[in-house]
Nanobody, 123 residues
């Protein structure tokens, strides 16, 4: 599986962005998908994850109620809708896929990483 993230950009605080992660390969739907982010000078952190069928979803506490993860297996795509963005959401966002547990993915133990997409939120 190869992953291609897109949708980042510059937005004012309170605004919204929608990230997409396009996967290739016939087994895309078999993977748990996740979004991570890494701000300058900080470690990469878990943002959200979704299981293969889309009925088990987890969020980091800092994005709960503002971000929504979803997937369209027919299009091999996972999305991250980000609303009410804050300056502290500024980071490079990465998508990832894994066949392990939710806990493994949350810890960054994944099978594939996509390239990052920059999200910058101005105050």
């Amino acid at each position: 599986v190869q992953l291609q993230a897109s949708g980042g950009g510059l937005v004012q605080a309170g605004g919204s962005l929608r990230l997409s992660c396009q996967g290739s390969g016939r087994s895309f739907s078999a993977y748990r998908m996740g979004w991570f982010r890494q701000a300058p000078g900080k470690e990469r952190e878990f943002v959200a994850s979704i299981n293969w069928i889309g009925n088990v979803i987890h969020y980091a506490d800092c994005v709960k109620g503002r971000f929504t993860i979803s997937r369209d297996n027919a299009k091999n795509t996972v999305f991250l809708q980000m609303n009410t963005l804050k300056p502290e959401d500024t980071a490079v966002y990465y998508c990832a896929s894994g066949q392990g547990s939710q806990e493994a993915l949350r810890r960054g133990i994944v099978d594939y990483w996509g390239q990052g997409t920059q999200v910058t939120v101005s105050s």
